[in-house]
């Protein structure tokens, strides 16, 4: 099972719509992030969250961590062409000697033109 | 600009063959990681580092096994390859600024990625 679950897996729309992706977990965590993936790369971090509650503004991109820091939801405006890729969550946990990043399975954005 | 550079990016084994895959970052990053991403599973963390000569187990470590002798390198071994280790591997490391926060990462840069079949 999945410490991050991740909705929806796949989400296929057209340019111009919104979309909300969503992370949820029964853990808390001190810190959460998002991570956009293209193919044939590593992920790339797009935002930190640390305060429940917290939101943070990238362009068209806005990010929620929840109340309790154990959801997070990331919504995109008016999607466009270029926004196509995975959407990874992450959240950090204190492991072992030192901090862990746990992530959830991802969801596939395909925006259509 | 390399920042976390892989070798080799494909790789096809034979079951019971072994190889090494190695990691190398010129941001004088502490803390170092291996993952596996598999379809539909996210990203696994097989081995971690959080600095020079020391290495920790992850989630998923059974089958590998690392070294961390040099800061700027983090090397991941199979011994004996088996088809369940067919994925790709991506080697990711991190500064953490401001000094150590127990449960904050801070950013993760990754590396393009290791493509590995076992036959």
């Known amino acids: 099972t999945q410490l991050l679950e991740q909705s929806p897996q796949f989400l296929s729309i057209q340019e111009g719509e919104n979309l909300t992706v969503y992370c949820n977990s029964s853990?808390?965590?001190?810190?959460l992030q998002w991570y956009r993936q293209e193919p044939g790369e590593g992920p790339v971090l797009l935002v930190t969250?640390?305060?429940?509650?917290e939101v943070k503004k990238l362009k068209r991109l806005t990010f929620q961590f929840g109340d309790a820091r154990k959801d997070s939801s990331l919504h995109i405006t008016a999607a466009q062409p270029g926004d196509t890729g995975l959407y990874l969550c992450?959240?950090?946990?204190?492991f072992g000697y030192g901090n862990k990043l746990v992530f959830g399975a991802g969801t596939i954005l395909r925006v259509k033109s | 600009n390399a920042g976390v550079t892989q070798t080799p990016k494909f790789r096809v084994l034979k079951t019971g063959q072994s190889m090494t895959l190695l990691c190398a970052q010129d941001?004088?990053?502490?803390?170092m990681y291996w993952y596996r991403q598999d379809p539909g599973m996210g990203l696994r963390l097989i081995h971690y580092s959080v600095g020079e000569g020391t290495t920790a187990k992850g989630e998923v470590p059974d089958g590998y096994n690392v070294s961390r002798l040099k800061k700027q390198n983090f090397l991941l071994g199979l011994e004996s390859a088996a088809p369940s280790q067919t994925s790709v591997y991506f080697c990711?490391?991190?500064?953490?600024?401001?000094?150590?926060?127990?449960?904050?990462?801070?950013?993760?840069?990754f590396g393009e990625g290791s493509r590995l079949t076992v036959l």
């Open positions: 992450a959240g950090a946990l204190a």
């Open positions: 990711a490391s991190t500064l953490l600024t401001g000094g150590f926060r127990k449960g904050f990462t801070g950013e993760l840069f």
């Open positions: 969250v640390v305060t429940g509650g």
């Open positions: 941001m004088n990053h502490e803390y």
């Open positions: 853990s808390v965590f001190s810190s």
